[in-house]
C-alpha cells in the first residue's frame, strides 16, 4: 500500500512564524502535490512537483513556498504564517504515467494549521 | 479539466442504494471520469474511473449513459461508515503530470 505521512496532525503557530509542513511518500512516486482545504471551498491546489528540485504554483500559491530536495519528500513552507492560512492541508502523490494512474492521487491525513 | 456540477448534499439510511449524478456537459471525446471518497478528518481516495456504460468495483458502481454528459456513481446499501464527501472529475487521462482539480463535492449523509 502506498503511504503518504505528514510530519503533524495538529499544528498551532503565531502570526509571523515561519512554518514548515513535511510530507513523505514511500511508493517512489514522481509526482508531488500540496493543498489546502476549507469549508465550502474543498480542495485548492498550492504547489506540486514532478521531479526532484522542480515545482510549480498551483492555483493559490501566494505566501507559501515549496522544497523538493529529494523524491520521497515534500515540503510546503509558509514564510510568515498569517490567520488566513488557517487551514487544513493536505500532501498527495502520484506516479507520472498515463492512464488511470494519473488521476489517483494518494493522500496523506492532513494537517490542521491554525495560527493565531 | 471540464466543469463538472454535483448536488451540494444528499441524506440517505442505512440499507438503501445512493445514487450521486454529476453533470458534465463539456466533456471531451479523450475524457475518463473519475471519483474520489474524502472520509472526515481523512485526505481524499480514488474509489472508481470510467469512460463509458458501466463500471463496477467492491465499493461503488459508476454508470455513464451513452452521449457521457452526466455520470452516477452508485452506492449499494449504504452503511453509516459511507458518510463522506463524494467528487467528480473529468479529465484526459493521456498525461502523467496531472494536477487534480476538486470541486466542493456532495456530502452524503447517511442516517441510522
Known amino acids: 500500500d502506498v503511504k503518504v505521512t505528514q510530519s503533524s496532525r495538529y499544528l498551532v503557530k503565531r502570526t509571523g512564524e515561519k512554518v514548515f509542513l513535511e510530507c513523505v511518500q514511500d511508493m517512489d512516486h514522481e509526482n508531488m502535490f500540496w493543498y489546502r482545504q476549507d469549508p465550502g471551498l474543498g480542495l485548492r491546489l498550492i504547489y506540486f512537483s514532478y521531479d526532484v528540485k522542480m515545482k510549480e504554483k498551483g492555483d493559490i500559491p501566494e505566501g507559501y513556498s515549496v522544497s523538493r530536495e529529494k523524491k520521497e519528500r515534500f515540503s510546503l513552507i509558509l514564510e510568515s504564517a498569517s490567520t488566513n492560512q488557517t487551514s487544513m492541508y493536505l500532501c498527495?502523490?502520484?506516479?507520472?504515467?498515463?492512464?488511470?494512474?494519473?488521476?489517483?492521487?494518494?493522500f496523506g491525513p492532513g494537517t490542521r494549521l491554525t495560527v493565531t | 479539466l471540464a466543469k463538472t456540477t454535483q448536488p451540494i448534499s444528499m441524506d440517505s439510511y442505512e440499507g438503501q442504494e445512493v445514487n450521486i449524478t454529476c453533470s458534465h456537459n463539456n466533456i471531451a471525446t479523450n475524457d475518463y471520469i473519475t471519483w474520489y471518497q474524502q472520509f472526515p478528518s481523512q485526505g481524499p481516495r480514488f474509489i472508481i474511473q470510467g469512460y463509458k456504460t458501466k463500471v463496477t468495483n467492491e465499493v461503488a458502481s459508476l454508470f455513464i449513459p451513452a452521449d457521457r454528459k452526466s455520470s452516477t456513481l452508485s452506492l449499494p446499501r449504504v452503511s453509516l461508515s459511507d458518510t463522506a464527501v463524494y467528487y467528480c472529475l473529468v479529465g484526459d487521462i493521456g498525461t502523467g503530470r496531472r494536477a487534480l482539480t476538486f470541486g466542493s463535492g456532495t456530502r452524503l449523509q447517511v442516517q441510522p
Open positions: 498527495a502523490s502520484s506516479l507520472s504515467t498515463s492512464g488511470r494512474s494519473s488521476y489517483e492521487q494518494y
